[in-house]
T-cell receptor
């Protein structure tokens, strides 16, 4: 798990708060991903960055705003979230075409 | 288009008995296939991957999977289950780093 780190591991926020999730990869990869994992649903790919450029946005609401300042860091800025946004948010990175390596996730609860 | 189906949402085995987790896929191209494992409150860990080399793929912790093109299957097996294998397992089909599709997961319970 030390290859991809995520902070915080747990976050509780109100619907009017603004918070950010951070992901850092120490693997020298050039692509980074945000996923949402909700109970009883398949893993949902939210955003993909390749060489700091966003290449995928799977119809994610604008209350989720990603930022990739360099190929090692990825942020997910959150504002005015809804209770249904409560989930485990996973970050991943890859260098090869397909193999992704995941962080431990941030457990988000929106009150 | 591509898709992946994990045929069992829950599998229960006794410790020391074989494990079989089933996965079928659909892809218009020659896909890459993966199995990941997720322990409670952890991220996903790569178990093994198939990328058009040998059809029998060996992974970590004694797991292996066989790619069967004629059956469009990629089932995960282990000869003898251990208590530490209790987790959720995800089958994944991929065509490039943007086209990644996860299965819905199979929860493996190991009974002492």
């Amino acid at each position: 798990e030390t290859g991809v780190t995520q902070t915080p591991r747990h976050l509780v926020m109100g619907m009017t708060n603004k918070k950010s999730l951070k992901c850092e990869q120490h693997l020298g990869h050039n692509a980074m991903y945000w996923y949402k994992q909700s109970a009883k649903k398949p893993l949902e790919l939210m955003f993909v960055y390749n060489f700091k450029e966003q290449t995928e946005n799977n119809s994610v609401p604008s209350r989720f705003s990603p930022e990739c300042p360099n190929s090692s860091h990825l942020f997910l800025h959150l504002h005015t979230l809804q209770p249904e946004d409560s989930a485990l948010y996973l970050c991943a990175s890859s260098q090869e075409k397909d193999t992704q390596y995941f962080g431990p996730g941030t457990r988000l609860t929106v009150l | 288009a591509q898709s992946v189906t994990q045929l069992d949402s829950h599998v229960s085995v006794s410790e020391g008995t074989p494990v079989l987790l089933r996965c079928n896929y659909s892809s218009s191209y020659s896909p890459s296939l993966f199995w990941y494992v997720q322990h409670p409150n952890k991220g996903l860990q790569l178990l093994l991957k198939y990328t058009s080399a040998a059809t029998l793929v060996k992974g970590i912790n004694g797991f292996e999977a066989e790619f069967k093109k004629s059956e469009t299957s990629f089932h995960l097996t282990k000869p003898s289950a251990h208590m530490s294998d209790a987790a959720e397992y995800f089958c994944v089909v991929s065509r490039g780093y943007q086209k990644v599709t996860f299965g819905t997961g199979t929860k493996l319970q190991v009974i002492p």
